[in-house]
Nanobody, 122 residues
Framework: QVQLVQSGGGLVQTGASLRLSCSASGRFFSSHIIGWFRQAPGKEREFVALRRWSRNSQKFADSLEGRLSISTDSANQAVYLQMNNLKPEDTAVYYC???????????????WGQGTQVTVSS
């Protein structure tokens, strides 16, 4: 099993930046895919970004392209999602997840972090 623990998030103003962290433990392999999703109140969970752990191959949601970046820390098995120029519509609970397919579909991921709230005030 893979366990994911998230940190980061919080309340920020429009235009601010945040970095979300996701630390993996357990049976985590370099072939895994790390995905980020978010869910706003009353909305379905949507894809944000993903990265293949072992290679610098990543993908971002079209609506967020240019404002996000993903980095990894192999020593700590951690992944970081850097979000810049945040907007009120970015307000949501953000989740990291692990899967084996290079997929933007949440059902393709088998392990999930606990989620972290990001609130952007106008």
């Amino acid at each position: 099993q893979v366990q994911l623990v998230q940190s980061g998030g919080g309340l920020v103003q429009t235009g601010a930046s945040l970095r979300l962290s996701c630390s993996a433990s357990g049976r985590f392999f370099s072939s895994h895919i790390i995905g980020w999703f978010r869910q706003a109140p009353g909305k379905e969970r949507e894809f944000v970004a993903l990265r293949r752990w072992s290679r610098n191959s990543q993908k971002f949601a079209d609506s967020l392209e240019g404002r996000l970046s993903i980095s990894t820390d192999s020593a700590n098995q951690a992944v970081y999602l850097q979000m810049n120029n945040l907007k009120p519509e970015d307000t949501a609970v953000y989740y990291c997840a692990v899967g084996i397919n290079y997929s933007t579909t949440s059902s393709d991921y088998f392990a999930w972090g606990q989620g972290t709230q990001v609130t952007v005030s106008s």
